[in-house]
């Protein structure tokens, strides 16, 4: 049986930007992402970064509620850290991504 874990945060824009630091996630394959701002219309960009500053995913221009199950980086393997730009509003993000057990 295939196990999940989650991991929730919450990140509070300044300026339009904030960001996260994700530790922990070794051995873990990420499998959703979901980001929820306090408002409906706040516009907003997300991205993923590696431990050697690579971007291994992003999107730009968003409105509201994301969620991803389908366009997951190949593989997220130990620490990266999480971003927020270019948002319309400055407040809280909630942010989850759920990662599954397989080792890869």
């Known amino acids: 049986m295939l ?3 989650d991991k929730k945060f919450t ?3 300044l300026s339009g930007a904030a960001s996260q630091a994700v530790n922990g996630a070794k051995g873990r394959r990420l499998v959703q992402i ?3 701002p306090k408002t409906a219309t706040t516009v907003y960009d997300f991205s ?3 431990k050697n500053s690579e971007t291994i995913y992003s999107f730009t221009d968003w409105t509201g509620t994301y ?3 389908e366009n997951m980086p190949q593989f997220v393997y130990g620490n990266f850290t999480m971003a927020l730009a270019n948002a319309t509003n400055d407040e809280a993000f909630t942010v989850i991504l759920v990662f599954s057990e397989e080792a890869f």
């Open 11 to 13: 990140m509070t824009t």
């Open 3 to 5: 196990m999940l874990e």
């Open 67 to 69: 969620i991803d199950t």
């Open 34 to 36: 979901f980001i929820k």
């Open 48 to 50: 993923i970064t590696d």
